[in-house]
DNA sequence: CATAGTGACTGAAACGTTTTACCTAAAACG
DNA sequence: CGTTTTAGGTAAAACGTTTCAGTCACTATG
């Protein structure tokens, strides 16, 4: 049961290695005799083609790496299976790095697709420029940003309007009678969140309205839940009555505590979050947020990928509008 | 820019090929002044070896391939990352299958690693005895069954006695007063779920206690809340005081239901989950859990695949036990 | 009938490593 | 001083593919 090579095959079905190549890669090259021949062959021994040869002598692996900020966040999940079919249909797969959040674990991940020689690379990067993008761009490995705005030009993009996403949460706030309001999240060294916050910023300006901001290292729903729990604590004459959490997995956080702590939902206290995951809709009270179609960019992206692939010296983006979408934990 | 073999290595550094491939791989052979020359001919030429070559000619890829059922939940997700961080400290690195509850993708991922060669799988399966998983034996490649326990002595696993941790779980619920306890969760083919169930049962049998069963197709917080709410919605009389639900993404959404739908936990219903997952402990009622070391579990399904390969001709199992884990969702 | 063209097939080179077997010069030994 | 050992180095084969440049037997063309 070792390894079986196309030699065996060739051996196997009475033909050459080259027809059997062939009968696999440029079927109409061959007579249907012998492609019969070659396939019953293959059959029999069990043969499946070695990547690593193929690829060697290729010279591309038919691979792009995916390296993602954390995949337990269902938006990135999301992400990450729009990528993967949009990647399949053109007979591409790809290695999923997941960096949990750790900048080290994302150069680590970044290192491995170098070797692989993946022929292109999806990123969602966890810092606004990272060097060891660039090492990708030097061998002329093309690179797509994923969720994040390329502004040096040297990139391909996938992107949203995060200014605009966080423009469009705090208008709704601010609509629904909010005079003070408190943005969560972070790191700020992570574009998206701080792109959010100015929008915020500048709707909470444009309004007149307070804002406050309650900056994070990274977003989960423990730590969403202290962040409530400080609001809960708060006197209620300093209170924010409104709160925008850079993303649902915070906010679902921030959400139990207010609840735990008696707050009445949007009356005392409004809540939207951000990325409109299924767990949003499903939340206690569910929860408002500004939507990204995940699968959707995912999928842009590797197509991206794929025409940067076809055209090198083009570059591509794609922007993606935020959606408002309301449920009960905001007033309208 | 384009790529740099370990040929123009040797060039650059005035020595022949194999020096520099023993520079790397067996130091110990080669003079002091050698290995400087070719280091730092490595780093001005910006060397990156190639592993589809190294890999053809070794016979070996130094990867695993890891197919985990749904990589959202956090209790897979750790499993991951033990498993990478384990492999990793002996030079391998493991490529990450997600099969989104899709036994199709589950299928499509072990055919990938199937080509790429991978020197061991790690599976945490969706059906109970895949075909697929037989290929790899029949090629001599390890498989070692993660998260659950193999009864055919053909592979090694790291497995938690589900029906112990179901036992566990309804105990505690009997013991907080509970006379009629709901089961949630599936697919029963999953085995995972069906221990957990038949522990259930033996339990609630032995106290004397009814068990009902909600048989669910997968696992997400949104079918956790339609099931909460069918729970809300029953008559007082015929409504269980206590829930089982066979994991926390399953049990949070039932959760929200419950409280949503004004029932007081746990004197209304009480309620207790699988996995403890860090969500579980940040929950609006902080939720009771059976408690599974899913990062030590993954660590140790990577280092019994490393043994195995090691001692071909044997099977390793470790079993980890389920650990109780009190909250404010039941009653003590 | 000679030539060109076509369809089916094949041998051999090449991809970038690692490793085996071999070589040489210097050191150690008696 | 002659022989053996050792340290350091190298050429070449091999891993399993794909592809280029032929070869060969027909068929179509004039």
Redesign the pocket.
């Given at each position: 049961m070792a390894?079986v090579?196309?030699?065996d095959v060739a051996a196997h079905a009475g033909?050459?290695?080259?027809?059997v190549?062939?009968a696999?890669?440029r079927p109409e090259?061959?007579?249907r005799?012998?492609i019969g021949r070659v396939l019953t062959a293959i059959d029999e021994l069990g043969?499946v083609?070695?990547v690593a040869?193929?690829q060697?002598?290729?010279?591309r692996s038919n691979s792009f790496g995916l390296a993602v900020i954390n995949i337990t966040n269902p938006f990135f999940s999301e992400v990450t299976l729009g990528a993967e079919e949009a990647a399949e249909k053109d007979g591409y797969s790809i290695l999923v790095g997941n960096s949990y959040d750790s900048l080290d674990r994302q150069n680590r991940h970044l290192e491995l697709f170098e070797l692989q020689r993946v022929d292109g690379v999806l990123i969602a990067p966890l810092e606004d420029q990272p060097e060891s993008i660039e090492r990708f761009r030097n061998r002329g490995v093309p690179v797509v940003l994923v969720d994040r705005r390329d502004r040096t030009g040297n990139f391909s993009s996938v992107w949203l309007d995060d200014a605009e996403g966080g423009r469009l949460a705090v208008n709704h706030l601010v609509q629904g009678g909010a005079r003070h309001v408190a943005f969560m999240g972070g790191p700020l060294t992570v574009r998206q969140m701080s792109d959010r916050l100015d929008g915020a910023r500048a709707a909470a300006e444009a309004a007149g309205v307070r804002l406050t901001e309650f900056g994070t290292d990274t977003l989960n729903p423990g730590l969403g839940r202290e962040l409530g729990e400080r609001i809960v604590r708060m006197p209620e004459s300093e209170r924010p009555d409104a709160i925008f959490a850079a993303n649902d997995v915070l906010a679902l956080g921030v959400l139990q505590s207010l609840i735990g702590g008696g707050l009445r939902i949007p009356d005392d206290i409004a809540i939207i979050g951000y990325d409109d995951i299924e767990f949003a809709a499903a939340a206690i009270v569910p929860l408002s947020s500004v939507h990204q179609p995940a699968y959707d960019m995912g999928a842009k992206a590797a197509e991206l990928l794929m025409r940067q692939l076809a055209e090198p010296d083009e570059r591509f983006s794609a922007q993606f509008e935020p959606v408002l979408t309301i449920r009960a934990s905001t007033r309208s």
């Open positions: 390894d090579s196309i030699r033909v050459s290695v080259s027809t190549s062939n696999l890669n090259t061959v007579s005799r012998a043969y083609p070695n040869a193929r060697l002598r290729a010279g």
